[in-house]
């Protein structure tokens, strides 16, 4: 288990990181979100002992990452992938870091066939394609067999096949019990691979909640409702304070409103339906609700 308390980073007087409080919790995928210079990283490097935090305090299992004592069997991460002596292969990079780390040196083996590195582990790391430095560097992170584990964009430079092979790890890793923090900026893909959402902006707290919970939280997550007295019905739900779209003779959409809601009205009213369904809004529409009033970076419209 992860606990941030009021964490805080400054550089200068701007904040990077702004009194983020949170858990994260066990045998879930936690999606963390954010525009571009949210503090993602500045987060995960306070956690991981990299920056010390201006205030408040990281915590791992309840000890500040440096009182761990064998780090590596208790937190693996992968936040730069590049960040390896090119010259060096990497499987001589893992037998280096199992054997300052007491670890037993199968285990490089092990990690090295579970991320499909086998046959290229023994090229320079400055040799390696984008995909392949994530690949070696998601080993690494895996080679303590650590209960909690981080990866900063895990997904950058992998191909389709790649990113269906780290979701697919991510959750079996989770499924194993471990807590597993995962940045990422490809939202389709956090929609497939995680359970629950941390979204920040300018350094604070936007989000922090189960990923269904910020998709119905969309003011575009609507219901779709068919029924022979649609007029009837859209009356009703406008008188509710729902606003409705028509659609043909039959169909409406209500938005602003929970789906038993909109059924319990009809019900009320005695009238008919033959089709009541709920249209989700993306993870990405959602997102970009959230985080509207919090982009720095962005190319305007
Ligand atoms: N060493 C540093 N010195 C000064 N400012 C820094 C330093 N590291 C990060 N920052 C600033 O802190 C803010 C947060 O940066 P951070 O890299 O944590 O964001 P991020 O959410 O990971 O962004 P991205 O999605 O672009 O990777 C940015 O404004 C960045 O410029």
């Known amino acids: 288990m992860i606990s941030l308390n ?17 858990e994260l919790r066990p045998g879930t995928v936690t999606g963390f979100l954010g525009p571009n210079g949210a503090g993602k990283t500045t987060t995960m490097r306070l956690i991981l ?19 761990i004592r064998n780090p590596l069997r208790t937190v693996g991460a992968l936040l730069d992938a590049r960040a390896l002596h090119p010259g060096r292969s990497g499987h001589a990079h893992l037998v280096a870091l199992a054997r300052s780390n007491g670890v037993p040196r199968r285990r490089v083996t092990e990690v090295l066939e579970t991320v499909g590195m086998a046959g290229a582990a023994r090229k320079r790391a400055g040799a390696l394609s984008l995909g392949m430095s994530q690949r070696l560097g998601i080993a690494a992170a895996l080679l303590g067999d650590p209960q909690v584990l981080m990866f900063d964009e895990p997904v950058n430079g992998l191909d389709p096949d790649g990113v269906r092979w780290v979701r697919g790890l991510m959750r079996s890793l989770a499924a194993e019990g471990r807590t597993v923090f995962v940045s990422s900026h490809l939202m389709s893909e956090m929609q497939l691979t995680a359970d629950h959402l941390v979204v920040i902006g300018k350094g604070r707290l936007i989000a922090d909640a189960p990923l269904a919970d910020v998709i119905a939280g969309s ?19 406008r008188a509710a304070g729902i606003t409705v779209d028509r659609y043909g003779e039959n169909e409406l959409e209500a938005t602003g409103a929970a789906l038993e809601t909109v059924g319990d009205l009809a019900y009320e ?13 993306s993870l990405e529409q959602a997102y970009q609700e959230l985080t509207a009033g919090s982009v720095e970076y962005g190319a305007g419209a």
Do not use: M, W
């Open 6 to 22: 009021g964490l805080t980073k400054r550089y200068g007087d701007r904040p990077a990181v702004d009194g983020l409080t949170l």
């Open 219 to 237: 003011s575009l997550t609507s219901v779709l409702v068919r029924t022979p007295h649609a007029g009837d019905l859209a009356v009703r739900l």
């Open 49 to 67: 002992g990299l920056d010390r935090p201006s205030s408040g305090t990281a915590l791992i299992g309840g000890v500040p990452y440096h009182r």
């Open 269 to 281: 009213a005695g009238i008919r339906l033959h089709e009541l369904r709920a249209k989700e809004a």
